[in-house]
């Protein structure tokens, strides 16, 4: 199936030339840089990328699902399947999942040197270790500022679920900050039930003429700024459908399962689809300390189901060429299977699962011992992690966010990305 | 000497060293059958505490019966499988292999008389299954994963348990479902942490066949967490009408299995965050009269077919028998 963002159309070749030379011409400052011209921003437009991270909520286990170690002191009751990367083996609890990991990735030696869950969230969704009286972006908010499209009314930064705005942009500001949706349009999204259409369009048209008149003597950037998020809700009002996961054909519901995780993922294709830069679903819960086994069994089967069936759509529709997927939690699992069954929480040697954008497909980077117990072969962090993913989408994770005129590092610069899982 | 629950002490602990899982009792005495997370079936002579120890299926081993002729041991394996093997033997081979269930198969019983041996397993279904391995009958109509099988003593009548709490009794001869218990009590569905939790993980029938006792948890506050506590509860077989709930009175764990002891008394094993427990009631009361504490926690139980001595398996490594009559000397318990 062809792509349908980098395809190979004379439209598009002849805009890339038209890119490549306003480049060499010196249009583009470096760093993030500013986009200089509508016709280059056209081009970049159809290279959108976007991010979909997968939040296993509580610690999923990475030996009930990327790295198994069967027949071990800690292996568990679950065996490795093969997948359709030959010699990468992982969990039968992910048989549909098994059969795009050709698509897919694997870090399996993170380190992140701590077992609490909320500091483990904030390293692993904000790429550094939390420090009081110090506010980092989330990499939704990174990334809703980084791929941001002037021409796409939309929020950047979707939550789901969720049902209120995030405070998790920091210095980036409000306008990155999350947006928790559940399936449905926004709140206050429709025109009032009392108001026709006609009405409404000879309304708009006033505040429209009124508007240019004020700004024919009285323009400022604060009213730009106001006229351009008084446009943005607008539009967003007329594209709300967007958000309502109810659209979707019942055989896509079917497909994808009848259950909140299935419909979130539905959701997640649709927003992305929209070029919605960045889309967080999560699954809950794996936190379990008590049945470890019972409870990864009956939450996998769950997820394998609709993360299998997104993966599928994202690349037989061509977006996982531009969209990075990262299925990730706070830290893994213990090795060690405690007395109930249970596994606690680990963050000495676990794995994270990704694809798409620029992430080299079937690779798998670093190894655990044989009992899963240390890291043996490339340790990273979360930072590294962070850094991973900002490559993977063509930005460069050294670069700054100029904010204020103050430069503010993208990423932690004490750590780095995983070059050699990027293509 | 006779039963005397309340006089109930170990006198054997043996250990294998690897988290034990199952046990079970041969139906003549001599052996206890155990398996553990190394993944190998343990054969312990009740004589004098020796153990074959055999690799076993490619993966754990959920559960474990004895064929009534006392030859033939079968298990049922987290890989799908169960597994007839000889009872004797240093190096015993599988007689039988069979993929019996797509999915974990979680429990095993075996009809009085030998004919037949029932399995329930992660597919939902429960099969039949004759001596010699072959598929008799299947059994459809649970909804979620099935934990526990249990032929009527008495009469061509099986029951099986599922997760969702509900128990099937079906007519062994035509796979008719006759009618089900709702043990809704065993069953949590908790909408926070997105998890169904409890389960039927036993079953028990009193020796006039007048109480069906289920067993597994409730309270189940925090599933992830290992926050609940053991309950049976009754059900009167006459008329299918719930009797009343046993709780484990202050104890927090899971109620793995229930027996009924010959002068009526339940037993129910408690295993989890509280530690391990003998818990004892008396069919008709709510609380339980007498209870041990066995160290680590169990997670599993045998009766002897002496009725005197109970098998249990703890996480710890050690399989522990209890013996329910009074101490014959002053000595401790015998470490091996």
Known sequence: MKCQYSCQTGEHVLARRDFLGMLTGGFVVGGLGALATPAVSAVLQKEQKRVLVVYMAGGLSQLESWDPKPKTDTGGPFRAIQTATPGTHICELLPKTALHMDKLALVRSIDTKNGDHGKGSYQMTYGRNQMPGVEYPHIGAVSAKALERSDNPLPGHIRIPGGSRGSDAAYLGPKYASIGMNGKPPANSARAANLTEQNDALRNQFRQKVNDRFSLKRRTAETDVYTQSYEQAKQLMEKRDVFDVEKEPAAEHEKYGKHDFGKHCLMARRLLENGIPFVQISHSNYDTHNENFNFHLEQLGEFDQSFATLIGDLHERGLLKSTLVVVMSEFGRTPRINARFGRDHWGTAWSVCLGGAKIQPGAVIGKTNENGTKVIDREVDHGDLFHTYLSALDLDSRGSFDIGGRAQPMADPAAGPIDELIV | ?336
């Open chain 2, 1 to 336: 000497m006779s039963l005397d629950t309340k006089q109930t002490h170990v006198v054997h602990q043996w250990k294998h060293g690897k988290p034990v899982i199952a046990c079970c009792f041969d139906p003549k005495g001599r052996y206890l059958f155990t398996s553990s997370e190394d993944y190998t079936l343990q054969r312990w002579k009740m004589d004098d505490g020796s153990k074959v120890a055999w690799p076993a299926h490619d993966s754990w081993v959920r559960d474990i019966a004895v064929l009534p002729d006392g030859e033939t041991v079968i298990t049922a394996g987290c890989d799908d499988q169960i597994i007839y093997w000889p009872v004797e033997g240093e190096k015993p081979e599988p007689r039988h292999t069979i993929k019996a269930h797509e999915g974990w198969v979680r429990a095993l019983d075996v009809k009085n008389d030998g004919s037949l041996i029932a399995s329930g397993g992660n597919d939902n279904l429960v099969k039949l299954w004759d001596p010699q391995g072959k598929l008799v009958r299947e059994l459809k109509g649970h909804e979620s994963n099935v934990y526990s099988v249990f032929f009527h003593p008495k009469e061509d009548l099986l029951l099986s348990g599922d997760l969702g709490g509900m128990v099937h009794q079906w007519e062994v001869k035509t796979g008719n479902l006759v009618r089900t218990f709702e043990a809704k009590d065993l069953h949590t569905y908790n909408g926070g942490q997105g998890v169904h939790y409890g389960g039927i993980r036993d079953m028990a029938l009193s020796a006039d066949g007048s109480i069906l006792a289920c067993v597994g948890l409730h309270k189940a506050s925090n599933p992830l967490g290992a926050v609940n506590e053991p309950l049976i509860v009754q059900f009167n077989w006459s008329d299918g009408k719930e009797l009343r709930k046993q709780p484990g009175e202050g104890v927090k764990g899971i109620g793995w299995k229930v027996e009924f002891l010959s002068d009526g008394v339940e037993i129910c094993a408690s295993g989890g965050s509280g530690g391990a427990y003998l818990l004892f009631f008396k069919p008709t009361e709510v609380k339980p009269f007498h209870q041990l504490k066995l160290p680590d926690t169990i997670r599993d139980m045998s009766l002897h077919p002496d009725g005197l001595q109970v098998a249990t398996a703890h996480h710890d490594g050690h399989v522990r028998i209890s013996r329910m009559e009074a101490k014959v000397a002053d000595k401790p318990a015998e470490k091996k």
